[in-house]
């Protein structure tokens, strides 16, 4: 963000978003020209939102070229963030104060909504586990010992931003609907922080607003939810110098958090909604996952009293309720091999004396 764009933003304030040329001049064209492109480049950046297809245009015959004359345009959350800085000037000084922080300061800011609390409880207690991190470089405003500061709240936060940690987002149905959640992560977006969203099970990817959606995210809903939880702190300790910790304690508050996940926002799926080969299959596919197996509708079938094309339709209704995933590039068939999502290992461990009863009858 340079000068010239923070005044563009300036202006399309100012102007209530209709902007239009000043004249007939070919000055007038020319300015008009170039104040288009540089709401263009916001628009790109996410600052603003321009519907090229609804500006005014001319015909212009002095040089026989497609010209704007006027059009209307919208600043978005992340733009209103940089112009409350007031002036370029206090703007450059955030980024300034960015530049030259003190490395004793925040590392890791997690943000979720108060109605979380048990979950960024997980949070904290795993990146503990996994991280040679102080209890002051993390914030976490649910949390005892990682609150945020006294003081006007948007302003600690903007404080606490500036430290230029990594953000880590719990998505949540709860958190989507927090105006706090919303502000950090737009004032997050605006300094181009990392940031790393982590889904609860019973959303997707597209729960998140844009322009985040553009972030990887963990998905507790995939099978590979742990091994990405891995891998953020493998990302956090090269980011952030932090070392990672020895040993497989980290394992165990990964497995806790995963877990008060999926109890806190399990998918609609039920028990209720499951049939005796359903259980079936869920359980031959843990079996042939664990023996580093093929587990596709051929094999499980060998274990059941059904055909192949009966056992590849319930896999398909079970897809559809992120039961099971899979990881193919030829499409869905007869050999594609399936997964458990961690809701369906939740689901075989709490009924296994249903599935046990499934087995003996098969």
Known sequence: MDKNLFETLQTIEDSNGILKIAGDSDQDYLDFDNLTLKVRKLDKMGLVNFDESKGKTIRNGR?????YIGFQCRIEYPGKEILSFGSFEEYQKSINAIEGRDPKLLKIFISHSELDVDIAEKMVEYLISALEVQDHEIRCSSVPGHKLQFGKISEIIKKDISNNPVIIVIITPKSLKSKWVMFELGASWVKDLTIIPIVSPNLTYKAIPDPLSEHATIELSNPNSASRLSDLIT????????????????DHY?????????ESYPLKTTSQSLDDIDYKILSYIFSLRALNEKANSKNIAKHTKATPEIVHAHLLKMHNEQLVSFLTEGGLDMDTNFHLSPPALILIRNHFDIIEESLMNT
Do not use: R
């Open 63 to 67: 040089n026989n070229k497609s010209q």
């Open 254 to 262: 990964k497995n806790k958090l995963i877990q008060k996940f999926t």
């Open 235 to 250: 990302q956090i300790s090269d980011e952030k110098s932090l070392k990672i910790k020895p040993g497989s304690k980290p």
